[in-house]
């Protein structure tokens, strides 16, 4: 990547380029609508009143905006995650017992860096450090349900205290649901080869194990360069994965927000229907997204008047729930666990979602 | 050289491979032999918490994350 080559070496280099970046986002961000009522209305000369033209109006600025909140929100907590690594979080929640373990879990699984692909060995390292079962699975739980990228977008579409709520909702999910299935003596539902001391010890170096990282690597601190770059890494990657499934979900919310009369799901997935909240999250959970493509489609049925607390299950299942997840989890979980992981996740968000239903109207 | 790649199959994994490949190249390092590792007992073995890995004669230099190819690079001149 030619950007990232020419990255400057110095804390102070990052610094000034840090900030022009920032200045060229905020920019991009508070002119976009502007950009594309100017190009379709004035210099192409579309009737916005017309739904076509509104839908493609739409679908335009609202890509634009999501991708420029990813790329926004990627890159800041790529970067803040750097100075985090799962071995600190191991050291940390290592011999704690349950109850302060689920909560300081949950917590570390929302800040900690980590991907689905890595939920076998992540559980491994957990489980051979010492790290009770319901604590490790309240991390486990925490990490994909309290999605940054989720956080991001729902402040900006609809608030910070929704977002907050969404927090909240997901940390106490995943608390409880730790602390549940911890209780139920859930060991002999673990794949042996996890509980096998030997293979979960950490490989400690002869050189210098032993250290806050578990001793495991060689890697020093990274430089602020490096870092940079780690958060441009993770942009890059991210943005290539979720591209189709951001365009497929505004797209859908286009077509919601300009054909679809208002208060049309008022009267079937209303406050009213006390299934909706449960047809939501069993919708949710075979729709294999990303919260970057659930997210214009919650949008555009808030609109149309879905309740909040049903939109906000539906998205958690969406994220949380994943059949890939599930997949590879298989290989150290056992089915009754696996199942027993699935159904107490699916409850609580379903719990959620009657919650805020309630809480909200 | 001995490098192994930590891994099982998702895309992070597989731009470690590329990148090492790459890194390979651009160092002219020859007689390195570079090795798939998927199955997660042997991973457990290296004591990582999360993947991809990158091992080197036996030693763990990155974990967690997929560092780009130059930085590959700089890590295998080091080991030679």
């Known amino acids: 990547m030619t950007i990232v080559e020419h990255l400057p070496q110095t804390k102070r280099g990052i610094g000034f380029v840090s900030v022009v ?12 609508e502007r950009l594309w009522d100017w190009l379709l209305y004035d210099r192409i000369g579309l009737d916005s009143e017309t739904r076509p033209a509104s839908a493609l109006h739409f679908f335009l600025y609202d890509t634009a905006k999501i991708a420029l909140l990813l ?22 929640l290592g011999g704690r017992r349950e109850g302060v373990g689920n909560v300081m879990a949950a917590g570390l699984g929302v800040a900690t860096p980590f991907c689905s692909c890595s939920a076998v060995p992540a559980f491994i390292g957990f489980v051979g450090a010492g790290v009770p079962i319901g604590v490790t699975l309240s991390f486990l739980i925490a990490s994909p349900l309290v999605n940054e990228i989720a956080i991001g977008l729902l402040w900006t579409t609809f608030g910070w205290d929704i977002a907050l709520l969404y927090v909240a909702a997901g940390l106490t999910i995943a608390i409880v649901a730790g602390w549940v299935l911890g209780r139920m003596g859930v060991e002999r539902w673990i794949e042996p080869f996890v509980l096998r001391s030997q293979t979960a010890r950490p490989n400690l170096l002869a050189s210098g194990g032993g250290s806050d990282t578990g001793g495991v690597a060689v890697e020093t601190k990274p430089s602020a360069q490096l870092r940079v770059r780690i958060g441009l890494d993770e942009v890059r990657a991210i943005l290539g994965k979720v591209w189709p499934y951001l365009l497929i979900g505004v797209g859908l919310g286009a077509v919601i927000h300009g054909w679809v009369p208002s208060d049309f799901f ?13 047809v939501a999250v069993v919708l949710g959970v075979p729709l294999y997204s990303n ?3 659930a997210l214009p489609l919650v949008e555009a049925l808030a609109d149309k008047g879905v309740p909040m607390g049903t939109l906000l299950a539906f998205m958690m299942s969406v994220v949380a729930l994943s059949l890939p997840e599930m997949v590879l ?4 979980l056992k089915l009754p666990l696996l199942g027993s992981f699935v159904g107490v996740v699916a409850l609580g968000i379903v719990a959620v979602g009657y919650l805020f239903n309630f809480i909200l109207t | 050289m001995n490098i192994k790649v930590l891994g099982s199959g998702c895309a ?8 090492v490949k790459e890194a390979l190249a651009a160092t002219g390092i020859a007689d390195a032999t570079v090795e798939k590792v998927t199955d997660y ?12 890995g990158l091992v080197v004669n036996g030693h763990v230099l990155v974990s967690g994350r997929v560092p780009v190819a130059d930085e590959v690079a700089t890590l295998l001149a080091a080991a030679r």
């Open chain 1, 329 to 332: 989890l298989k290989r150290v």
């Open chain 2, 41 to 52: 007992a042997d991973i457990a073995a290296y004591g990582i918490m999360s993947t991809p």
């Open chain 1, 291 to 293: 919260a970057a493509g």
């Open chain 1, 71 to 92: 790329t926004g929100i990627i890159f800041v907590v790529g970067v803040l995650r750097t100075f985090i690594t799962i071995e600190r979080t191991r050291a940390l």
């Open chain 1, 21 to 32: 970046a920032l200045a060229a986002w905020f920019g991009a961000y508070a002119l976009n």
């Open chain 1, 266 to 278: 008022a009267a079937h997935a209303g406050p009213d229907n006390p299934f909706g909240v449960l």
């Open chain 2, 12 to 19: 992070n994994c597989v731009r470690l491979e590329a990148n």
